[in-house]
């Protein structure tokens, strides 16, 4: 998932992901190609591991939220 206007990107990593790194490089590959040079300074990238237990998913999401709103708050958004 990508936030073009916070320059924030959040990746999902599940079980099969661990066996798909070469495509999972790619994939960011072509994320961080789609930012503008000048998002770059602040490009973000969030991970959350699908493979932890849900109460630790449920951790990073919230981590991951708290970032996203973060940021959202100190830009203006269009």
Same mark, same amino acid.
């Given at each position: %998932?990508?936030?073009?206007? /916070? &320059? *924030?990107?959040?990746?999902?990593? !599940?079980? &099969?992901?661990?066996?798909? @790194? +070469?495509?999972? !490089? /790619?994939? %960011? ?5 789609? @930012?503008? $040079? $000048? +998002? %770059?300074?602040?490009?973000?990238? /969030? ?15 919230? $981590?991951?939220?708290? @970032? *996203?709103?973060?940021?959202? +708050?100190?830009? $203006?958004?269009?």
């Amino acid at each position: %998932m990508y936030f073009p206007q /916070l &320059h *924030i990107g959040v990746e999902v990593d !599940e079980a &099969h992901d661990k066996q798909q @790194v +070469a495509a999972d !490089e /790619l994939r %960011m590959d072509d994320i961080i190609a789609s @930012v503008n $040079e $000048e +998002a %770059m300074d602040d490009f973000l990238c /969030l991970r959350v591991d699908a493979t932890q237990s849900i109460e630790a998913i449920e951790q990073q999401i919230t $981590e991951v939220v708290a @970032v *996203i709103q973060e940021r959202a +708050a100190n830009k $203006e958004l269009s």
